[in-house]
């Protein structure tokens, strides 16, 4: 039985990254590149919307949790404080 491509073992991870010094023109970008970069940054863009989504319906849980935290961080703070002084 032939083994397909994909259970073959991946390419080692090279020791050099390339890096890109040079500026490429849209000009020599193809069309599927840059459709794909655009559709790639609409995802990213739609992602962090709803990101900043989750955030507003969780901010009032998120206030009411630090606010609670203060306040037992104060009041356990404020009786250490007197513990300290009775030793």
Known sequence: MIRPESDAQPDPMPQ?????????????????VS?????????????????????QQ????????ATELVHRSLSQAWAARFRL???
Do not use: G, Y
């Open 85 to 87: 002084d009775l030793d």
């Open 16 to 32: 050099v990254v390339p890096v890109l010094s040079t500026v490429v023109p849209d000009s020599q970008i193809s069309a599927w």
């Open 58 to 65: 969780l901010r009032p849980d998120l206030e009411r949790m």
């Open 35 to 55: 459709a794909a970069l655009d559709a790639r940054l609409l995802e990213k863009a739609e992602f962090m919307a709803l990101t900043d989504n989750l955030v």
